[in-house]
């Protein structure tokens, strides 16, 4: 029995370990297993001769599965690759995009710079929002403003002082800040200190500058993705390799149900969340991985929004 013969049978055992009947579905399986490890035969023989598979390991800081799925949905729309997300209870273990073989290496580039580009654009914009959320507090009605420190038991004058210490920093440390300059931002830093320290863990503005923050992010990260999702072309694939590059995933999974990537809707509910939102979007519109591919494979020149 020639390779081909050999790997065309183990191929058949695994499409038949997909039977409704269990006893033909465990018997083809370990008939394949026994095979493969006989004849020493790895997983991605058996996928189509164009058609392979590359695993990538998510970068530090960014193991979301959420987050990652988004990453993604960007990259399969731009590559016309199939993105599958390994993962355990508590965490993302691996991606692996499934494709053209000439398109994988450019896949996990690509991965790369959008998932550097999305950790710097988030931390850079945690800058300033919980001094933010403070100054929102700041700039309430006075009796309103009275009504939260009342509950509080915080003196106006003591907050007053606080307001006029941050004010003077945010001033003079923030644009520097956000041009990366390593004091202004240390400097920032024992802004968001102060602000805790002064307010403590559960006091009710305290609560309402943690949600104002929490919101702040969700609505900066949902517009930052969709914006680089929105303005990449979509790869023109036609149905015949669509068909193959999933069978190759059946293959690989046996059948298995998978993680995969599709871009989610998003819906906002505060005015926080809608301002962060916009700001992401203006910051994700700066970036594009259309360079980047062109640089690095020319093949993806055949990316196109036209019908």
Do not use: W
């Amino acid at each position: 029995m020639t390779k081909d013969q050999l790997l065309e049978k183990i191929k058949k055992l695994l499409a038949l370990s997909n039977s409704s009947n269990p006893h033909e579905a465990a018997t083809a399986l370990l008939r394949a297993q026994k095979l493969m490890e006989k004849y020493n035969i790895e997983k991605d023989s058996l996928i189509d001769d164009d058609i392979s598979f590359i695993e990538v390991t998510p970068i530090k800081g960014l193991k979301a599965i959420n987050l990652n799925r988004d990453i993604g949905a960007i990259i399969s729309k731009a590559f016309g690759v199939e993105t599958i997300y390994v993962s355990n209870k508590r965490s993302l273990e691996k991606i692996m995009f499934f494709g053209a073989k000439d398109i994988l290496e450019s896949c996990e580039y690509i991965y790369v710079i959008l998932s550097r580009a999305f950790l710097f654009a988030k931390n850079n914009h945690a800058i300033g929002v919980k001094t933010e959320a403070f100054f929102q507090i700041c700039d309430l009605p006075k009796k309103e403003i009275n009504r939260l420190l009342r509950l509080d038991e915080i003196e106006k004058s003591d907050f007053d002082i606080l307001e006029t210490k941050i004010k003077d920093i945010i001033d003079c440390n923030l644009n520097q800040a956000l041009e990366g300059n390593s004091i202004a931002i240390s400097n920032m830093k024992t802004a968001d200190k102060m602000i805790d320290t002064f307010l403590g863990n559960y006091s009710v503005i305290d609560m309402y500058i943690k949600k104002y923050v929490e919101q702040s992010k969700k609505g900066f990260v949902a517009g930052f993705l969709y914006s680089i999702y929105n303005n990449v072309a979509q790869y023109k694939i036609d149905e015949q390799t669509k068909g193959r590059i999933l069978k190759a995933v059946d293959q690989y999974f046996h059948g298995a149900t998978v993680k995969t990537s599709k871009s989610r809707g998003y819906s906002i509910s505060s005015d926080a969340e809608y301002n962060a939102y916009q700001k992401g979007i203006k910051s994700g519109s700066s970036v594009s991985i259309c360079t980047a591919i062109k640089n690095r494979a020319k093949e993806r020149l055949l990316l196109t929004n036209e019908s």
